[in-house]
């Protein structure tokens, strides 16, 4: 019997980009991929979603935004959110609230075993509380 496997969230702007990750990611998840802010948070609201990757900068920034509407949303589903970005903001106080921050360029692989650890982290979590 196959293991279902977890589904995610995969945001980015970049057509080229976005088909390199949703092709290694596919590898371990099952990919909601979206070159648009648009859809994102009914996929949210119907699916088992275990990760959003997003780049933020998406829509001049506005990825940003969507972040904090994913926490605010649903607080109770702690969602990981792992920002890909070509803009190292990890310092700045909109990083906050992500879980992980990965500054471009990052290799396919490299996103796939990070969102893995998170993944694993959080179910680990769960089963202990």
């Known amino acids: 019997m196959k293991t279902q496997l977890h589904a995610i969230v995969l945001i ?5 980009t976005l088909e390199l990750y949703q092709r290694e990611l596919c590898k371990s998840f099952k990919v909601f991929a979206f ?10 609201a119907n699916q088992d979603i275990q990760a959003v990757v997003i780049e933020p900068e998406i829509n001049s920034g506005k990825g940003w935004g969507l972040i904090h509407s994913i926490y605010s949303t649903y607080p109770d589903r702690s969602i990981p959110v792992i920002v890909c970005s070509t803009r190292d903001s990890s310092n700045d106080g909109t990083a906050l609230e992500v879980t992980k921050y990965l500054t471009k ?16 982290e959080k179910d680990k979590l769960k089963r202990s509380s």
């Open 35 to 44: 070159i648009e802010l648009k859809g994102v948070l009914e996929v949210l």
């Open 105 to 120: 360029p990052v290799l396919p692989g490299t996103l796939r075993e990070k969102t893995l650890e998170i993944i694993r």
């Open 12 to 16: 980015e702007e970049d057509a080229v």
